[in-house]
């Protein structure tokens, strides 16, 4: 078992930045590969990005060049920095971890709204 907890949302103005923070407890953190997605009203769960054990990272075209994903194997948390902000990136941000060994073994986190307006 592995729970997630998210942390760093909120509101933000166009062009603002946040950075979202995601603590995993429960199990081997290093034997999951960590992900961030999104969920706007009246669309699906979408993959925003996500990165390996070893570090290796992988990002929407949406996001790319804007949003930065990391892990801290010893902290056992993960992080989404997210610049220059814009108001379609408005949505529900989850955490997922996926098991390396099973990847249909997965868990997610609450959740954590994202709110870009002016």
């Known amino acids: 078992q592995v729970q997630l907890v998210e942390s760093g949302g909120g509101l933000v103005q166009p062009g603002g930045s946040l950075r979202l923070s995601c603590a995993a407890s429960?199990?081997?953190?290093?034997?999951?590969?960590m992900g961030w997605y999104r969920q706007a009203p009246g669309k699906q769960r979408d993959m925003v990005a996500h990165?390996?054990?070893?570090?290796?990272?992988n990002y929407a075209d949406s996001v790319k060049g804007r949003f930065t994903i990391s892990r801290d194997n010893v902290k056992n948390t993960v992080y989404l920095q997210m610049n220059n902000l814009k108001p379609e990136d408005t949505a529900v941000y989850y955490c997922?971890?996926?098991?390396?060994?099973?990847?249909?073994?997965?868990?997610w986190g609450q959740g954590t709204q994202v709110t870009v307006s002016s």
């Open positions: 990165i390996t054990s070893g570090g290796r990272t």
């Open positions: 429960g199990s081997i953190f290093s034997r999951y590969r």
């Open positions: 997922n971890a996926e098991s390396v060994a099973i990847p249909a073994i997965n868990y």
